[in-house]
């Protein structure tokens, strides 16, 4: 799996299909993160809110370098289709990591560091956002829709509903916990423990489907 990662990350970086997300999530960053006196809480429930939609992003992406053919390739040398999902999983998680990392560090520089249980609540808010955005970006991608205008419906949809409805326990429940900064660390725990469990189930079906 190692190999395949590394080949969608060569594929990402060569193609720089990275950069409009990674500047979108700068711009973001730059205009949260302004004001030394602000509380950490709810910048993070906003850079993680961004990081959803960057995550799906990244997925959809990657996924689409390839054209039908080359992913039937890829598939052969990889040896099913398990391996190459995980392998893209593993790419994005990589990049998205590395745009938390300076969310998290621009945060610290700004407010000249900040507690533990500070720096629990934005890892954990950030790789909740990134599992539920790979999670999204997985059965939307050519994976399983071939079409890039369904594919951006259906992104936008299912994003839109897991931002902004309530009720579904991913990252609404959390980005308001953040934002009001009431029992903000329990709402962190069920989400990325939640967010984790949705991208698996988002791998394992990307992968069945794409088997069929």
């Excluded at 992003?57 to 190459?84: F, K, N, Q, Y």
């Excluded at 967010?195 to 698996?200: D, G, I, K, Q, R």
Aim: glycine residues 8%.
């Amino acid at each position: 799996m190692i190999a395949v990662t590394r080949y969608h990350l060569a594929l990402l970086l060569t193609s720089q299909r990275y950069l409009p997300p990674a500047l979108a999530f700068l711009v973001l960053l730059a205009v949260l993160y302004t004001s030394a006196d602000a509380p950490v809480a709810p910048e993070f429930a906003v850079s993680a809110g961004g990081l959803v939609v960057v995550s799906c992003w990244l997925t959809v992406a990657v996924v689409d370098l390839e054209d039908p053919v080359h992913r039937l390739v890829t598939i052969v040398h990889a040896r099913g289709p398990a391996t190459v999902v995980a392998g893209v999983v593993a790419a994005v998680l990589a990049v998205s990591s590395g745009n938390a990392a300076i969310s998290l560090g621009w945060a610290w520089l700004l407010h000249g560091g900040f507690a533990v249980d500070e720096w629990l609540l934005g890892v954990g808010a950030h790789v909740a956002a990134t599992c539920t955005g790979i999670a999204i970006g997985l059965p939307c991608s050519r994976f399983v829709v071939p079409k890039i205008g369904y594919t951006v419906v259906a992104a936008l949809a299912t994003l839109g509903i897991v931002l902004f409805v309530r009720w579904i326990p991913l990252v609404n429940p959390m980005l308001r916990a953040l934002g009001s900064g009431s029992e903000a660390g329990g709402a962190v725990l069920v989400a990325a423990v939640t967010s984790a469990a949705l991208l698996v189930l988002s791998a394992g079906f990307t992968a069945a489907v794409h088997r069929s």
